[in-house]
DNA sequence: CCGATAGTGAACGCAACCGTCTTTTAGGGT
DNA sequence: ACCCTAAAAGACGGTTGCGTTCACTATCGG
């Protein structure tokens, strides 16, 4: 039952890399450790030492910058955050569905989004409350106003039933989403989207 | 943005109450510590001195009984598990979903629900391996295979459409309880339970 | 080239926790 | 009452990480 208690070293630079980095360049490898630290063992055991070796530099050019890790994570996330996802119409509620699922999914995979994934696992501990005012506003309440956007074109297009356009229904895809992500190992696949499409939502918002 | 970094202690015996207690009495006590401080700190923040404060004894009993934290979580998790869901056939999908919702929450918000939530939350952390099989075998397959076994009921009976009786229809209560248990704060309230399935359930599975 | 400054690497004292050990105490069984 | 033994309490050496400091170095801009 012994295992290692820490996140494991993300790669560096390629050995031979001039290694001093200044500004811009330096923070852009502080955050990615740092969401890389965060995501492979969770914030309680990310550790400054960890993400200033993994980025290669010394715990003083990090408490430079920011007085706590809680700091630098809240800055690594709103730097790597894409812009906000579009919800256009695109003339029937599947096709847009379609579209998000496929957003949604890339960005889950991708580093920005195991960080964020990591998060929402951890938005019931008491240190959570560090970050929830911004998964919220930046990802929660953006997730569920979007769909049910697609969710009222859909009613007024009527290829949406009467009723569906309600928070409950707009958070069933993120919530399969994080399901999904939590349960089975690796990234989520392609195939899973349509069989999300066929199985779940289509018949949930059908008329 | 410094708060505290440790679970906070759970209320022990009321002073004055005679504190030794011996073998079942004991282990009972550490059971309970360690769920609260799991679920109130996640398992990284979980410590053995934490739960042996929580606990009011000495971390030589608890040694004496675990080799490792996470023998001793897995040894709390195995004791507190309520025994399996039942899942009866009610006459109607309708009626049999309501149960399972209803039970769930009531589970969801226990000390052992809790519990599980929070090691849900922590499933894809490398550390996360140490309950994998168990959260498997214990909890999301036999809801999975429970759900299903309503919808191909109900299937056979008419009141479920054709081709819901799949796992990817069946994770969605659950994936729903989980994900209104992180996004929102308290308990899941019993209304909770008649809008999903109004808005989400029956419309998802209805013929 | 030179000066300013940010970055590097190492070291430091401290806190928290681990896992272990010892002495004392008290609960339970006979 | 007596005895056994688990529990309580405290201490210990070791490890890890924190936050800070310092001397040196590399980089950038004038």
């Given at each position: 039952m012994d295992q290692p208690d820490r996140p494991q070293p993300a790669d560096g630079p390629?050995?031979?890399?001039?290694l001093r980095r200044r500004g811009k360049a330096l923070e852009a490898a502080i955050f990615e450790a740092a969401l890389d630290q965060l995501t492979s063992g969770g914030f309680a055991r990310m550790t400054m030492e960890g993400v200033a070796g993994a980025a290669q530099t010394g715990k003083a050019a990090l408490y430079r910058r920011w007085a706590s890790k809680a700091d630098l994570v809240m800055d690594a996330l709103v730097a790597a955050m894409p812009p906000p996802a579009d919800f256009p119409d695109l003339g029937s509620a599947e096709a847009e569905l379609r579209q998000v699922v496929h957003g949604y999914i890339e960005v889950l995979n991708s580093r920005i989004g195991a960080a964020v994934r990591t998060l929402m696992g951890e938005?019931?501990?008491?240190?959570a409350e560090l970050f929830k005012g911004f998964l919220h506003e930046r990802v929660i309440e953006p997730t569920t106003e979007g769909i049910l956007g697609i969710l009222r074109r859909g009613e007024a297009r009527g290829d949406v039933r009467r009723g569906a356009a309600v928070p409950m229904v707009a958070d069933v895809l993120p919530a399969m989403l994080l399901y999904r992500a939590r349960v089975c190992v690796g990234m989520i696949e392609e195939d899973f989207c349509e069989e999300l499409l066929g199985r779940v939502l289509l018949p949930m918002i059908r008329p």
């Open positions: 390629a050995e031979g890399t001039p938005l019931d501990h008491e240190r």
